[in-house]
Structures are given as structure tokens and as C-alpha cells.
Nanobody, 115 residues
Framework: VQLVESGGGLVQPGGSLRLSCAAS????????MNWVRQAPGKGLEWISS????????NYAHEMKGRFTISRDNAKNTLYLQMNNLNPEDTAVYYC?????????WGKGTLVTVSS
């Protein structure tokens, strides 16, 4: 199983980024996927989840309205569109797969929001 995040980088406050997570080694279309982040010096924070066919989506309260999770099962890829970013969004962003009771993690992509 491999999860590879991409799309992070430096962005100014108010800007947008789209993160991707390329999945391989398992049947992506049968997994529940999550985005989780870890800000400097803090613990893991769950952002959003999406079920296998994309019909059920949940967000942490503070991300709702700014972040959008989606998936393309044909491309084995998970996405996170992030808008109106602020410095408090600076973190390493991880994708997480829950597949038949097991969890898998990518290595993360760093998002830095700064002017």
C-alpha cells in the first residue's frame, strides 16, 4: 500500500491550494479516505473524510466551507481543495486510508501559509 501526497507549498494568506493523494497497492474504490494535518508542535487534527463512492462526506467544523474533499476512483486519487487559507492552516497534511479495518498513511505534504 502506498499513499503519496502532493500539492503542498508556500501560499499567501487568503490563497488556495489543491492537495492530491495518489493511492496504489489496494482497491482504492473500496476504502474510506481521510485528510489529517499536524501543525508545528501540535498533535494530529482530523480534517475531513469521504466514503468509498464519495456519497458521504464529513468535515471538521472549522474547515467546513473552506475545504472540499473529493476523490476520483478511476484515477485512484484523493483531493483536498483548500481556500481562504490562513497562517493557522500551516501544517503537514496527510492522507489516510481505512481499508478492511486497517489504516494506512502517506508521508505528508507541507503547507505553509505566510506573507
Amino acid at each position: 500500500v502506498q499513499l503519496v501526497e502532493s500539492g503542498g507549498g508556500l501560499v499567501q494568506p487568503g490563497g488556495s491550494l489543491r492537495l492530491s493523494c495518489a493511492a496504489s497497492g489496494f482497491t482504492f474504490s473500496r476504502s474510506v479516505m481521510n485528510w489529517v494535518r499536524q501543525a508545528p508542535g501540535k498533535g494530529l487534527e482530523w480534517i475531513s473524510s469521504i466514503n468509498s463512492d464519495g456519497s458521504i462526506i464529513n468535515y471538521a467544523h472549522e474547515m467546513k466551507g473552506r475545504f472540499t474533499i473529493s476523490r476520483d476512483n478511476a484515477k485512484n486519487t484523493l483531493y483536498l481543495q483548500m481556500n481562504n487559507l490562513n497562517p493557522e492552516d500551516t501544517a503537514v497534511y496527510y492522507c489516510n486510508a481505512v481499508y478492511y479495518g486497517r489504516e494506512y498513511w502517506g508521508k505528508g505534504t507541507l503547507v505553509t501559509v505566510s506573507s
